[in-house]
């Protein structure tokens, strides 16, 4: 079983951003959505129940869970952009209630 260091798994994942293309649409997308509500609907986040369960896997985070929640909403929206039929726009705000 391979190992790495907090300081190598930093690096691992700016160098995976390094690499996106910033002109991909996704990335784009992901560059104009200013709140988290946003980056939830380009994930694919819809209901309240679904913020509920995305959220709370980050509770025990306390201050960084909206760092780290932010971080898995950009890696969701990511790999749903490796398929063909996704489309990296913003979806009308919707209101949760």
Known sequence: MI???KTNTHKQQ???VLEQDPDHP???AL???RTLGQLERLAGIETQQERAAFWLQFASLRNRAS????AELKRIIRNKARSED???TL???RQYG
């Open 31 to 33: 560059r104009k959505a």
């Open 67 to 70: 760092f780290a929640g932010k």
């Open 91 to 93: 979806p009308p705000k």
């Open 86 to 88: 996704y489309q990296a």
């Open 3 to 5: 190992r790495m260091s």
């Open 26 to 28: 996704v990335e784009i």
């Open 14 to 16: 700016l160098r995976e």
